[in-house]
């Protein structure tokens, strides 16, 4: 069946850097555009990054733009995400889908803290 393991999250000062992972696997990763979401406490799921099956277009929210690199390697089935200059705003747990996503499929993400 369709899972996504993700990793990479941990505690980061204000202006760190992080890396993010996952791991896809029981379908055909390289035909999807995949994305990345985050989820803060309190508010809804919101999309994050997005790459096209190939990587070789990418989307941001406009809070990321210039701040997180999304790529992909779909010998690997995995996609990343690079974030830098991270705020305290970005305090989530990070999940990886497909674009759009299945809605209930998620993996159980990676917490990202963002906090001195």
């Known amino acids: 069946q369709v899972q996504f393991v993700e990793s990479g999250g941990g505690l980061v000062q204000p202006g760190g850097s992080l890396r993010l992972s996952c791991a896809a696997s029981?379908?055909?990763?390289?035909?999807?555009?995949m994305s990345w979401y985050r989820q803060a406490p309190g508010k809804e799921r919101e999309l994050v990054a997005a790459?096209?099956?190939?990587?070789?277009?990418?989307n941001y929210a406009d809070s990321m733009k210039g701040r997180f690199t999304i790529s992909r390697d779909n010998a690997k089935n995995t996609v990343y995400l690079q974030m830098n200059s991270l705020k305290p705003e970005d305090t989530a747990v990070y999940y990886c889908?497909?674009?759009?996503?299945?809605?209930?499929?998620w993996g159980q993400g990676t917490q990202v803290t963002v906090s001195s």
């Open positions: 889908n497909k674009n759009p996503p299945w809605t209930k499929v």
């Open positions: 029981g379908f055909t990763f390289r035909n999807y555009a």
């Open positions: 790459a096209t099956s190939a990587g070789d277009v990418t």
